[in-house]
């Protein structure tokens, strides 16, 4: 604290106690706690040879006042002590006492006259015993009378007990200081602030308040003992750095130097900041998304974890008020992959008495759309029949050699069937991916009776031909099979071997093309076939290797002649995933060059660790010779 501070204190409480009055103070007669009082002697024994040291404390946390006694015979004394009294104040009550170090009782003793407190403990030559007893709330000191009793005899002397003449009235008083650096201490520079409204509850529970003056100054007088609570009102835009807990609790009287004020109880404030998020949206060419919110983030002293708010579809500025200065960290919750955001995770300074600011701005990412082209193929060609067909919802027709471009595509799957007409057969669906782009989300094509379901990835374009012929009435077969999982890999499909769904396989015959998808089960079926050779074939998973057909590429070559044909059945399996060693060493380099030299031997009993991508790691000890492996990899 600085001396101008200090100076002023003396100032203010030479002030309020010439406001007051002379309202503190011990009875004249009072001795210095500690002090060997005097002695009266007597006919009967001498009181040389005893002493009494006294002394007392006041407890403002429990509220009471203990006195303490050191008793001692001295060794040379003609006498052992055989017990004492200590006068007390008629207005000493037996019940105010509410706790001893030995037994006593209360009331006059008819052997020495003494009316008050009698300790019936012996003090025998060359011994000291602590004597003390506690009374409920302040009690001062004042002279009091100590019987000693030691033979058939006693003589008296002088010591300190509790006093009746308590004080009326105290003070409390203390300064509010602005902390302009917030470390809770009154430095050099810092200005006093007048004008704030402090509030003191009293033991009733009742409310007293005054205001700051010039210097910060305030003062509560005329104060009764008891216990009392001070706390200020804060003002919007400020903190509280002093005292911790944000309160004085005070226990009058308190100060022991005479002047009855409880000085020093100040407050320190802060001042608070503000900061501001500017929201910028950028939709570009989309149409805003009136339902699109955004989330902001504050994380700094003010907040034991991230404070948030959210922004609308069109931004604006979001405010942060009533801030503890400092750093604050502002970030925005992922708003999606759509879009790019700039300014999330920066660091923001709050200044004290002032605000800081950033600003987020999110834009859009331009969509990239894909396209299906569906085309139309009959046989014979040039044929003037109109096909009509469905894009999800939308009806369209097509003759051969015409097309239909779908463009604007986003994400998605989207159906696509073909109404074949009276007097026609659809003999073959077949998509395949046009303009490719190096992206892993390609296109994929599940194949059914009338049509295709094809599935789009960003900006991904697909061309579907339908192949249609007239329909001749000629014997037709089916051909069949399943697609299953080969576990053991042996290329026979055995009990508890599960079907695989959604496999694409593929029958081929000359130009014609037909493609379809196993069901849940694993099967799959091709309807409606004219006799002819035909070649079955799937289209391989990445992660498999085919067991059956183990011949041919793979393949089935099947003729149908007069019958349905059955049984082409395909079987895959996931191959397991090799095992290695991993081995080395350990030695000791002896001339540390880093090589392995003739000569230097091996070490055993060393820890190897191993530590793989994600982090895991295992151990083992080298062994004989300084070997180790790591098997199993």
Not at 200 to 205: E, M, R, S, V
Not at 419 to 432: A, F, K, N, R, S
Request: hydrophobic share 35%; with cysteine.
């Amino acid at each position: 604290m600085s001396r101008y501070i200090a100076l002023r204190r003396i100032q203010i409480i030479v002030a309020i106690m010439m406001v007051l009055g002379v309202f503190i103070g011990a009875p004249a007669t009072q001795a210095a706690p500690n002090a060997q009082v005097g002695i009266i002697p007597t006919d009967s024994i001498s009181c040389d040879d005893y002493t009494i040291v006294a002394n007392s404390r006041y407890d403002a946390e429990n509220n009471t006042t203990r006195f303490s006694y050191a008793v001692t015979t001295l060794a040379d004394a003609d006498h052992d002590l055989s017990h004492w009294d200590l006068s007390l104040e008629t207005c000493v009550a037996e019940d105010d006492i509410v706790g001893a170090s030995h037994d006593f009782k209360f009331g006059t003793d008819p052997t020495t006259d003494v009316s008050g407190i009698k300790f019936d403990i012996e003090v025998l030559k060359g011994d000291t015993v602590n004597f003390w007893f506690d009374l409920a709330g302040y009690w001062p000191e004042t002279m009091a009378t100590a019987a000693i009793k030691a033979s058939n005899a006693f003589c008296f002397k002088e010591t300190i007990g509790p006093s009746c003449q308590m004080p009326s009235f105290y003070g409390i008083a203390g300064q509010k200081w602005h902390d302009v650096n917030g470390n809770g201490s009154p430095d050099n520079g810092e200005s006093f602030l007048p004008g704030w409204t402090i509030q003191l509850q009293h033991p009733t529970g009742a409310i007293s308040t005054t205001v700051t003056g010039d210097f910060g100054y305030y003062a509560f007088s005329g104060l009764p003992a008891g216990a009392y609570t001070v706390t200020e009102v804060l003002q919007s835009g400020w903190y509280q750095t002093y005292p911790a807990g944000g309160k004085h609790v005070i226990v009058l009287p308190q100060d022991e130097t005479g002047d009855g004020i409880a000085s020093d109880k100040d407050f320190g404030n802060h001042q608070l900041g503000s900061l501001n998020v500017t929201k910028v949206v950028d939709w570009g060419e989309v149409t805003p998304d009136t339902g699109q919110t955004f989330e902001i983030c504050v994380a700094g002293p003010s907040f034991s974890e991230p404070n948030c708010q959210i922004a609308d579809y069109d931004g604006g500025t979001l405010a942060w008020t009533d801030l503890i200065p400092g750093q604050y960290t502002v970030t925005e919750t992922n708003p999606g992959a759509e879009w790019t955001v700039a300014g999330s995770g920066v660091d923001v300074t709050v200044p004290a008495g002032g605000s800081g600011s950033v600003t987020v701005t999110n834009s859009i990412d331009q969509p990239v759309y894909g396209s299906i082209l569906v085309r139309k193929v009959t046989v014979p060609s040039d044929d003037s029949t109109e096909f009509p067909f469905t894009f999800e919802s939308d009806g369209f027709a097509l003759k051969d050699g015409e097309s239909e471009l779908f463009g604007g595509l986003v994400v998605g799957t989207y159906d696509i069937a073909e109404l074949v007409p009276e007097g026609w057969d659809l003999i073959g669906v077949q998509c395949v991916e046009v303009q490719p782009t190096l992206s892993d989300d390609l296109p994929t094509f599940v194949y059914n009776a009338n049509g295709v379901a094809v599935t789009l990835g960003a900006g991904d374009h697909a061309m579907c031909t339908f192949t249609n012929t007239e329909h001749i009435d000629l014997p037709d077969y089916d051909l069949s099979g399943f697609k299953w999982h080969d576990e053991n890999g042996n290329g026979v499909w055995d009990d508890g071997e599960p079907g695989l769904a959604g496999w694409e396989i593929t029958l081929m015959s000359g130009d014609l093309v037909l493609k379809t998808t196993t069901a849940a089960d694993g099967s799959y079926v091709f309807t409606n076939l004219p006799p002819g050779a035909y070649t079955v074939a799937e289209t391989q998973q990445p992660g498999w290797t085919q067991t059956f057909p183990a011949d041919k590429g793979g393949k089935h070559s099947v003729t149908i002649a007069d019958a349905d044909v059955t049984g082409k059945s395909f079987g895959n399996r996931v191959p397991e995933t090799p095992l290695y060693n991993l081995s080395g060493f350990k030695w000791e380099d002896m001339d540390g060059d880093g090589a392995w030299d003739s000569g230097e031997p091996g070490l055993a009993g060393w820890t190897i660790t191993l530590e793989d991508e994600a982090g895991a790691t295992k151990t083992t000890i080298t062994g004989a010779g300084g070997a180790y492996a790591f098997t199993g990899l």
